[in-house]
Each structure stands twice: as structure tokens, then as C-alpha cells.
């Protein structure tokens, strides 16, 4: 039997989650520029004297991905000759960035969440197309192109008028994060592959005393995740996105959005753990650490962010999203968040700064990541961490990736955060109907693009 809620523990929790948040942030979403041509030339091994790299990074200098990218420069500068200044200015890196950009400092690459990076610095121009580059061989490795070390379609994700500027160095997915003790307890056998068996298993976890799903209620990105997903494999990917691009707003009469409004609203008023509504990031989350509920679904971050805060018992999984019957999309088609590298334009020594990227990219490193910094991984043949091994399972059985929100974050943040996102907090919480969110989505997307 699981034991009792332990109230120092949930203070314990709060406290230490509030210092890790890996929330995502959208970037408005400029103008495409034309791309910038690279120059095609010889893969640096000894560096002309005095090149030093400005890297510009997205981590704080206290996390761990902060201690393991300072060993690559090491490392690369042990190798190469070639030094790599870190400049460590955590989430706000690009907005930095930019700034710094149009003061006329000399930035060489950065790194950032995929979705805004692709949105914002990458469509104004300011990356570097690296395709010409992309059959050097993977560092360590003669005769391996660089670009066969990827999963699949990676490459492909935030590509910009056919050329590749993002390099992915950190994978997330989202699951439904559990604990494998509850569905023992509760006699699970066989996981849930459809909606209809997830609400059963809801059910059964249920009848143990056990609340089947903790919500950060609070966290409107955090709620959305439900209603993407189901809109997903109701009508496949790209479908959300397309009503939220259509000026007429004639695409909200599809009765795909009343119905997974209906499925999620079923899920709160009999599965969500009560009182969510009034939660504050992160205590949705602590209730899952101190076995309160059994499951949520949140990105692969999670495992980590509470492996200090679950009794040493806890034993993690990750279920992927239960397929719909009848639906179009499958159970099988994922969500993918990358963080990538990207070279900026304006470098005196962009193929130097692609070395770099080769070389935190190579095997060995990229085992380290994965390792020290509780990540998933872009390259296929390394596995992710114990804590987020069905992670990995889920890319490697992945049949399509699709954008988180359906790529409405990415192309539409203005809308996703002042449209989307609150208007469905509604529904989703119980303050209006299905029928009343869809009619207010229709009438809100038309008259957002009659201003956009």
C-alpha cells in the first residue's frame, strides 16, 4: 500500500520545483528573411591561433547542462586549439541575445527551445544554413555523416525554406507520467492503448483511494496539453493548427473540438484530483511525489524535476497517449520539443562554430548529457536516462512528430497565449460548456485575424 501524504515533503517539493521550471516561452513570430548562404570548407582540427567562439547558451551557470557544456569546451579546446566562451543567460537567452545583436556584439552560436528559436531569431534571418555541412563526418566517427547520428526527422522540424539551421542537442516528449506501484495496486495489468481503457484504468486507480491525476491547473499551458492531444488523434496533426489559421473561423464547426472538450471535461469532473483548480505550479505535481495521485501528463522533464522529491521506492513510467478509436491520428504520432544549437549569420568563423556543435554531438558526449543532465537525446544510438527510458521507446516507435500545441506556439504565439490558452482554461475547469468554448474559439479567431 502506498503510504501517506507527507506534508514536510510537499513543502519540500514546492520549494525546490520553484527553482527548476522548464515551462516553455513563446516568441512572436516575424517575417521570414531569405536564407544565408554557407560556404562549403575543410572540417577544422587545429584552429588558426587566437580564434576564440561566443557561445551564448540558454542554461543558468548553476545547472547541470551548465557544468557539462563547459567540459565540451574544455574538451573541444584540448582538441581543436580553438577556445569557446560560455555566456550563461538562462531562458531569456534569445531576448538577450537580440539585444546584444543590435548593439553590434559578436555572438558566434546559441542555444534555446526549438519552437521560439525557429520563431523568432531564426526567421529574422540571423541563422546560418548548415546543409553543406551536414555529410562531414560525426566527430570520432570516419565515414558517418554527421546528419545520419539524428533520429529520423529531427533535421527536418524547424527547417526554413528547405535549409537546416537548428541542430538538436536536448529531446522532450510528453507522457503520462506514473508510478508503476499504483497500477500494481490497482491490478493493472496490460497498459492502456486507447481513451476508452485510459478512462478504465482512471477508474481502477480510483477504487484503491488513490487519485488517478494530478493537474497543475494553475499552469494553462499545462491544461492544453489534454485538449491538443486529443484534437490530435481525433483528426491527426495539423488540424488544431489549421482552425487556429483560419480567418473564418469555419473550421471550429468541425465537431472534433465539442468533442474533446467533452473527453477532457470527463476526465476533470471524475480523474483530476480535486481542489486543482486553486493549485499553483508546482503543487499538482508535489501530489504525485507524495503519493497522493498516481499520474500526469506533462513533458519528459517531470521524472527529473521530482527525482529528489519521490520516495526512494518510486518506481517511474511513461504511458503515451492513449490512441482515440476511430480517430485519425494514432497512438503512435508524438509531440516532440527540441532544444538546438544555432549558428548566427554574422559569425567571423561560422565553420569553426559548427565544429563545436559536431563535437558536443559526438557519442561519447552526448552519453554524458544524457546522463548528467537527465535528458533525452537526438541521436538514435544512445538511450535516454533509466528515469525517462519510455521516452526513448516513444521516439523509436514514433510514426509522425508534431509540434507541441500543433505548432500553434510556434507560428501563433499572440494567439496561443491571449486566445487560446485562457479561453480553454474555461471548459477544461468547468466555468463553461463545450458548445460555449467552441462558439467562443470561432468567433475570437475571427476577430483576431481581422487585427493580425
Avoid at 518506481?315 to 480517430?327: D, M, N
Avoid at 525517462?388 to 507560428?411: L, Q
Wanted: hydrophobic residues 40%; aromatic residues 12%; negative net charge.
Amino acid at each position: 500500500m502506498k503510504t501517506a501524504a507527507r506534508l514536510t515533503l510537499a513543502i519540500v517539493t514546492i520549494t525546490a520545483l520553484l527553482l527548476t521550471s522548464c515551462g516553455p516561452k513563446a516568441t512572436p513570430t516575424p517575417t521570414p528573411v531569405k536564407a544565408t548562404p554557407i560556404p562549403v570548407e575543410a572540417t577544422p582540427t587545429t584552429a588558426p591561433e587566437g580564434i576564440t567562439l561566443e557561445f551564448w547558451s540558454m542554461w543558468n551557470e548553476p545547472e547541470p547542462q551548465a557544468a557539462v557544456l563547459k567540459k565540451y569546451a574544455e574538451g573541444f579546446e584540448a582538441e581543436t586549439g580553438i577556445k569557446v566562451n560560455i555566456t550563461f543567460n538562462g531562458r531569456e537567452n534569445q531576448t538577450l541575445l537580440r539585444t546584444a545583436l543590435g548593439a553590434g556584439t559578436k555572438i558566434d552560436l546559441m542555444d534555446q527551445d526549438g519552437a521560439p528559436l525557429a520563431g523568432g531569431l531564426m526567421k529574422e534571418g540571423q541563422g546560418y544554413a548548415l546543409d553543406d555541412w551536414l555529410d562531414e563526418d560525426a566527430w570520432g566517427e570516419e565515414g558517418r555523416p554527421f546528419g545520419d547520428i539524428f533520429s529520423p526527422g529531427l533535421l527536418e522540424q524547424f527547417q526554413l525554406e528547405g535549409k537546416t539551421y537548428l541542430i538538436p542537442h536536448t529531446l522532450i516528449t510528453y507522457a503520462i507520467w506514473y508510478d508503476k506501484r499504483d497500477f500494481a495496486e490497482a491490478g493493472i495489468e496490460a497498459l492502456p492503448e486507447t481513451w476508452d481503457e485510459f478512462l478504465e484504468t482512471c477508474e481502477k486507480i480510483k477504487a484503491t483511494g488513490v487519485e488517478p491525476i494530478a493537474q497543475d491547473a494553475g499552469v494553462p499551458f499545462y491544461n492544453i496539453i489534454w485538449f491538443f492531444y486529443l484534437v490530435e488523434r481525433l483528426k491527426g496533426p495539423g488540424f488544431l493548427l489549421a482552425a487556429a489559421e483560419d480567418p473564418t473561423g469555419k473550421l471550429w464547426d468541425d465537431p472534433a473540438f465539442v468533442k474533446a472538450a467533452e473527453m477532457e471535461r470527463e476526465l476533470w469532473d471524475n480523474y483530476v484530483i480535486e481542489g486543482a483548480e486553486g493549485f499553483a505550479w508546482p503543487q499538482g505535481q508535489a501530489t504525485l511525489a507524495d503519493d497522493i495521485s498516481a499520474m500526469e501528463l506533462c513533458g519528459s522533464w517531470l521524472p527529473n524535476e521530482l527525482k529528489d522529491a519521490v520516495d526512494p521506492e518510486f518506481e517511474w513510467g511513461g504511458l503515451p497517449f492513449p490512441a482515440v478509436e476511430g480517430g485519425e491520428g494514432k497512438g503512435t504520432d508524438i509531440p516532440v520539443v527540441m532544444l538546438d544549437f544555432m549558428v548566427l549569420k554574422d559569425s567571423e568563423y561560422p565553420h569553426e562554430a559548427f565544429a563545436f556543435i559536431r563535437y558536443c554531438l559526438s557519442k561519447e558526449n552526448v552519453k554524458i548529457w544524457a546522463d548528467e543532465t537527465i535528458s533525452g537525446v537526438p541521436r538514435k544510438d544512445v538511450d535516454f536516462p533509466d528515469l525517462i527510458a519510455d521516452a526513448k521507446v516513444m521516439f523509436d516507435n514514433a510514426t509522425a512528430f508534431f509540434d507541441e500545441v500543433d505548432g500553434v506556439v510556434f507560428k501563433h504565439a499572440e494567439y496561443a497565449n491571449d486566445v487560446l490558452f485562457p479561453t480553454h482554461d474555461e471548459v477544461f475547469m468547468g466555468r463553461t460548456t463545450p458548445e460555449e468554448f467552441v462558439a467562443r474559439m470561432k468567433e475570437l479567431t475571427i476577430t483576431y485575424w481581422e487585427t493580425h
